[in-house]
């Protein structure tokens, strides 16, 4: 069953992170970080499908070595903010190609909305790779599943420079995530509902349960108000009922009086009659 699964990252210089680092685990890739001259070499990590670097129209084309090492050079404070890794869940149930496609437009839609560059990973566990997590986890390789996913690594500042101060906000932050969030779901459901799957919702298994603790409390209110109304109009149609019962058991005594009467003057007249025709007795 597909599921859906949106989180948002912080590469944080305050909390040992590097953007050359980040890059290249997430690219399966060879980096060089030009202000420690390391080595971040993660070519023997598996199932690595795709990468590609998206940028704005007009941006001259980059290598992922010179974006991230420009991103480590334009910040300069301890404790800076270097970029932003979004992790997202590719359904299963889609093709290959069309989880591909889905994860392009995606980032496409981060980096227009945002004028930023980005590096898109699509991961795709192989049958070795599950192997391993299961004997590292002593459990059965059918317990592990095939997760495809795609990391969307992006930079904090815009092709001009400036840092994105609408998403580092709390206040409007939260709004952005949300409005991200939705986007995911949209394109998701694109492709899942066509092919006859449940659509997927953004929103989390606690916004859900809220948002469900809220509607049956908007029901009952309405059931509260309209319940009176009901019981008034049952109680109009219990006596409407009992009227039309009392008449019709007047109306079936007074027919039966009538035939009782009708009854009676016949047995009245074949009485006399019988009397007139006897014959007379002589005195």
Known sequence: ??????????????????????????????????????IQDYTRKEGHAYNEIIQPVGCE???????????????TKINASLARDFLLTLPRELPSSVRKQLSIDFTEWLV????????????????????????????????????????????????????IRVLADKKSGREEIKE???KWE?????????????????????????LAAEEAKRILAVAAKEIPKIKAEIKSLSKFIQRQERFAKVGSL??????????YAATQQTTQKDVYDAPRQRM
């Open 112 to 163: 227009e909305r945002y004028n930023v560059q980005a590096e898109l990973n699509i991961h795709e566990p192989t049958v070795e790779q599950r192997a391993k997590n299961a004997s590292a986890r002593c459990v059965p390789v059918d317990d592990i599943p095939e997760q495809p996913h795609a990391h969307i690594l992006v930079s904090t500042r815009d092709v001009f420079g400036k840092k």
């Open 61 to 75: 084309p980059i290598t992922s070595n010179e974006l991230w090492n420009k991103v480590e050079n334009d910040e």
């Open 186 to 210: 949209i394109l998701l459901n694109e492709q899942l509902v066509p092919r006859g799957f449940p659509p997927l919702s953004c929103e989390t298994k606690e916004t859900q349960d809220t």
């Open 254 to 263: 007074a027919a039966k009086s009538q035939i009782s009467q009708v009854g």
């Open 180 to 182: 991200i969030r939705k």
């Open 1 to 38: 069953m597909a599921i859906y699964r949106l989180e948002v990252k912080m590469v944080q210089r305050s909390h040992g992170h590097s953007a050359v680092a980040a890059a290249a685990y997430r690219g399966c890739s060879r980096l060089i970080d030009e202000q420690t001259g390391e």
